[in-house]
């Protein structure tokens, strides 16, 4: 049967990862266009040889001269790829409610069957009980218009945007809670940007998942087009596998699970008027954490890390989890690093042209650009600080909200005067433009601390030369000291390279900035400085550190109780 799993979703012409862009010729093979009189008003997706699934919303009325076209590129130009059927039959969803938009789904009957080639495939459809959760990558594709009142230019090119799925706790604080239903699924960034749009209605909104592509929504409605804070609503297709097939009743379309891994980010947003998430979810992913997390802003632990020597060009998830993606209308910019409980450390360049906190985003726990990242959440901008120092500076961007730490997400120990030692090894990431495959993989280089030179200062640091690209700037410089990662400078792409016996890369020192940073952000201590406790109490004191340096009283306080315990401990010896 051509529309079961062995056949569905599966497109030998598509290697599309990133988008925003004209879609290659038989990327989306279930693409349809729907046209009235030879005008295109909507869009829908192929699920078998014989039927379309689109929306209810495009057909309040049946219009005149309705015909759906399948495997073509342009609404104007050639199309050797295409045919087209005219359709016998319209089932909208017996419950759709035009006020509301639930239940926003329809069936077309084609007037015949189409034969499948590389230019006409039918997708795959979510299964019941189908899990997509918050940033899992996904695709929308259309011949809308490319903007608010912005008609699609000639020839009319079909059109892919990469969009991350957005939680529908979030979506309803967006939009007001109550108004997005289990019925929907929503997908778009925070800062806005990428969308669809008019015309784009009926399309379908696809993840991948292994080799099979798996339509999840269908485009139904949004605020406007691309706003911020307002993503693209789709119908979530895996609420409707019962009624589909209970209206295609031979050669039913391919059903699969889409399971997403990790946890789901969207379980901790709230707002007002927000009930609270399930309580009735399975509690595995809160106890397979391993015991070295702590909760506490103590700085510099990575419990998912055992970087010594070696190691891979490609990192995996939570190996660096002070990372953070700096977006800028969606779209990755430079790097940066989370260095107390909502500040991130980042390079002052990136910010030259664009130095309004509202323009910008910080993801964190972050590993692809292009893919699913279930630890990952997307925090917005309220403040961005320079330093004001000759020569290259430092930005400082104060989050709205305070992320949860968890073994993916924890903040990095700053360079307040420490000695990194000479050939002692030190590693290097960032997101670099045209690296790490077609998921964009975070990239982790190894370096060692190298001799600057003759008249080298105290203020710099210098290691041997690794590449770095306009991506890498703002990510950190990392060197590990009595079991805490530490940051000893900031990344630059235009970073000076001193041609000494061996060429070597010179970067300011951390601690340079260590003024401003002590007035902006303070300094978190390592966990090596903590006596961790079971005690209530003494844990809550780690907590005091997260705006300023630790007193110098308290450690002394710390290791008289520490002396006092040994001495105990002796006498039951």
Not at 95 to 108: A, E, G, K, S, V
Not at 440 to 451: D, I, K, P, R, Y
Request: charged content about 10%; proline content about 6%; aromatic content about 8%.
């Amino acid at each position: 049967s051509h529309s079961q799993p062995d056949v569905c979703g599966i497109t030998p012409l598509n290697t599309r990862i990133i988008g925003g862009q004209t879609a290659p010729v038989g990327s989306w093979p279930w693409q349809v266009s729907l046209q009235s009189s030879g005008f295109h008003f909507c869009g829908g997706s192929l699920i078998n040889n014989g039927w379309v699934l689109t929306a209810a919303h495009c057909f309040l009325r049946i219009p005149a001269g309705l015909t759906v076209f399948l495997g073509i590129q342009s609404l104007q130009g050639p199309n050797p790829n295409g045919v087209s059927r005219t359709v016998t039959t319209v089932i909208k969803h017996p419950n759709y409610n035009l006020n509301t938009n639930d239940n926003d789904i329809c069936l077309l009957q084609l007037s015949s069957p189409v034969t499948f080639n590389d230019f006409i495939v039918p997708v795959c459809l979510a299964a019941p009980g189908s899990t997509f959760f918050s940033g899992v990558s996904s695709w929308v594709t259309g011949w809308g218009n490319i903007g608010s009142g912005v008609s699609l230019p000639p020839p009319g090119n079909l059109m892919e945007v990469n969009l991350p799925i957005v939680g529908n706790r979030e979506c309803n604080c967006n939009y007001g809670v109550g108004r997005i239903t289990n019925n929907m699924i929503c997908a778009g960034f925070r800062a806005g940007g990428k969308d669809s749009c008019q015309g784009d209605s009926g399309s379908p909104l696809v993840s991948k998942q292994g080799s099979r592509w798996i339509l999840e929504g269908i485009v139904s409605f949004g605020n406007g087009c691309a706003q911020p804070n307002f993503p693209g609503v789709n119908t979530r297709v895996s609420q409707y596998q019962t009624w589909i097939n209970s209206q295609i009743t031979s050669n039913q379309p391919g059903f699969i699970s889409f399971t997403s891994s990790g946890t789901d980010s969207d379980l901790n947003i709230s707002c007002a008027g927000l009930p609270p998430p399930p309580t009735t979810l399975p509690t595995t992913t809160t106890t397979t954490l391993p015991t070295t997390t702590v909760s506490q802003a103590v700085c510099g632990q990575a419990p998912m890390n055992s970087r010594i020597l070696g190691g891979s060009s490609v990192v995996t998830a939570g190996v660096w989890p002070w990372m953070a993606s700096l977006q800028r209308n969606g779209s990755h910019v430079c790097g940066g690093t989370l260095v107390a409980v909502d500040y991130v450390l980042s390079n002052a360049n990136c910010f030259s042209s664009s130095p309004t906190p509202s323009e910008w985003t910080v993801v964190l726990g972050r590993l692809k650009q292009n893919g699913s990242n279930p630890f990952e959440v997307t925090l917005n901008v309220t403040n961005i600080t320079l330093s004001n120092l000759n020569g290259s500076n430092v930005a400082v961007l104060h989050l709205s909200t305070k992320p949860s730490l968890s073994n993916n997400i924890q903040p990095i120990c700053l360079d307040n005067g420490q000695t990194f030692a000479l050939g002692s090894t030190c590693w290097a990431a960032g997101w670099s433009s045209g690296q790490g495959g077609v998921e964009q993989v975070l990239q982790e280089f190894q370096t060692s601390v190298e001799n600057c030179g003759n008249g080298s200062s105290s203020d710099s640091i210098c290691t041997r030369t690794f590449t770095l690209e306009k991506g890498d700037s703002g990510g950190p410089l990392m060197c590990k000291l009595a079991g805490s990662w530490f940051q000893a400078a900031v990344l630059s792409a235009d970073n000076t390279t001193r041609q000494t016996r061996d060429a070597v890369m010179q970067f300011p020192k951390l601690s340079t900035f260590k003024s401003f940073l002590a007035q902006t952000v303070g300094f978190l201590s390592p966990a090596s400085n903590f006596i961790i406790t079971t005690s209530a109490s003494n844990s809550t004191n780690a907590t005091l550190l997260n705006s300023g340096a630790t007193p110098a009283h308290f450690q002394v306080f710390l290791y008289f109780h520490f002396l006092v315990f040994s001495a105990c401990l002796q006498l039951f010896l």
